[in-house]
């Protein structure tokens, strides 16, 4: 449930942020699903899995929900990652006056 909140509020962000600098909505949003749900996957399965050992699977209530709430994180932490670092550089800036 955590991470669906996060897809939708990651998914608003990115079209909001495409709308305003003229860029393809649907490319972008896609785009953003697809680098959290990256940064996710490698949190989970890269760092945490290793780490944990047969914890991963074999786990309680309070550890599975800071792996899931770690994971969703990380991925949202890429995703704005992403988004600043490449999104924002393309495009038409927002508020900018033809001179």
């Not at 959290?36 to 890269?46: K, L, P």
């Not at 490449?86 to 006056?97: C, I, S």
């Amino acid at each position: 449930m955590i991470g669906a909140i996060a897809i939708l509020i990651i998914a608003y962000w990115y079209y909001k942020t495409a709308e305003s600098r003229r860029l393809p909505t649907l490319a972008w949003i896609i785009g953003g699903v697809l680098v959290y749900y990256a940064g996710f996957a490698a949190w989970m399965y890269g760092l945490l899995q290793p780490l944990l050992g047969i914890r991963f699977k074999d786990h309680g209530l309070w550890l599975g929900l800071a792996m899931d709430c770690s994971s969703v994180l990380a991925g949202a932490a890429l995703s704005a990652l992403f988004r600043a670092k490449v999104m924002l550089k393309q495009g038409n800036p927002p508020f900018q006056a033809p001179y």
